[in-house]
């Protein structure tokens, strides 16, 4: 039954942001850890605070934070340091395009709109840098996503509830044939009939082997941090409990990427690793690379072979301008879209060039992978929830939307291993969040309404703001 409608139309719980504030927190990595052809050794957070009112004229608070990992969502010659200026200064401005918008309707209803009423065309009118390029798509969803994030961390608030709770519809006035541009086959549903009835409480954690970890004795270099963090593969295995495994390839040597294969599953065999994945990191251009490393493996190394869960999208970003038939490798693995799942409508055009699965990630907002989530279960694809190595408070909806999806396995988290003391002040309220060990991270802590942070919002000193809009009190307080 749905909440009762307001008599200016609409649910009685239908919000609208009033105000928004946004903080940034850099952050330095231990290692560094290397996308494609760049390496990120520091990351600025971009936390957000909005306030939110509904129809009533109550309001709450809510905060959102996601990394602006600039190698990843924006990767070009153009200096480091040009780019995630352009990314602060675009993440500031929506802002107060957030609080502009003005619109009513539940955080799932507001989030989808805003990126097709405001973003697409804020992101095309953001100054362009000197070499004439403009905010990529997935750039400026990653831009998006901490307002996005915080709204449904609000929303919660106000209603006294888990967020993920109120994505049914008793909350939406809109169904998902609405949200997906007509498609009946999602008449009458909400996001919440492609949910687990009840979250999972514990998720098996994957662990990421960068292109530039050290395996062995052998590959250490003496630049190694002595922080008492492991370095080593097996020690990270052995304290974490891990059971599953990420590795990063280079997609532009089939050796290497065979070898680093290879390796690392007789390293996960002898210490009761049995889920690997492997990530070719979008450079591949060319179905018969992967086809290659996988008949080498299974025919050289048949236990890692076996223990493959997935590939990770190895072809490059643009599905549009790479309309790569994929087929070859999909019916070999599960192939699994990341980079390219900007929303559903990439999800769709995947799935037709022979993609079988998506990879969700917060950044690219929480109301883009609600809707993603939901198209490809409907369609029978795999789904996995995948890390932007999340700190601090960004790692708290980052594993809640895993443990309500039903992933291939767990949940990818890797801030632990890049960053693990940045998030010491989250950690202390929620410990097994910030720490794999006997290879989960657990939940129970997260309780209470909106994400359930319990408090993680205010633990910390944050910088001043860089941004103001509405309505809103200095700190969010």
Known sequence: MHAASSATGGLATDVRMIGAQLHLLPIETRVPLKFGGETLTSVTCARACVRVADRAGRTAVGWGETPLSVQWVWPSATPYAERLAALEAFTSRLAGEWVGYGEWGHPVELGVRFQRDVLEHAAEQAPRLD??????????????????????????????????????????????????????????????????????????????????????????????????????????????????????????????????????????????????????????????????????????????????????????????????????????????????????????RGRELGWTGVALKTCKTLSGALLSQAWAKQHGMALMVQDLTNPMLAQAPHVLLAAWVETLRGVETNGMQFYPEASAPEAAIHPGLYARRDGVVRLETLRGPGFGYAGAESVRDLPPPVASAGEIEEGGA
């Open 131 to 348: 070499g004439g390029g403009r905010i990529p798509q997935l750039a400026a969803l990653v831009c998006c996503s901490p307002y996005d994030l915080a709204l449904y961390d609000a929303y919660g608030k106000l209603l006294g509830r888990p967020t993920m709770e109120c994505l049914g519809s008793d909350f939406l006035s809109a169904d998902l044939q609405e949200l997906l541009e007509g498609d009946a086959a999602f008449a009458g549903k909400r996001p919440a009939d492609y949910l687990r009835p009840k979250r999972e409480e514990t998720l098996p954690a994957w662990h990421l082997v960068g292109g530039l970890d050290p395996l062995d004795e052998s590959e250490l270099t003496g630049t190694e941090p002595d922080d008492g963090y492991p370095v080593l593969l097996r020690d990270w295995i052995r304290r974490d409990g891990l059971r599953c495994l990420k590795i990063k390839l280079r997609g532009d040597d089939a050796d290497w990427d065979y070898d680093r294969l290879a390796r690392i599953g007789a390293i996960a065999q002898a210490e009761g690793v049995d889920a690997l994945t492997a990530d070719f990191n979008c450079t591949v251009t060319d179905p018969g690379y992967v086809v290659e490393v996988l008949e080498k493996l299974e025919r050289d190394a048949p236990e890692t072979h076996g223990s493959l869960t997935y590939v990770e999208q190895p072809f490059p970003y643009d599905l549009e301008a790479n309309p790569i038939d994929v087929r070859e490798v999909s019916k070999r693995k599960p192939l699994l879209l990341d980079e390219s799942a900007h929303d559903w409508r990439f999800v769709r």
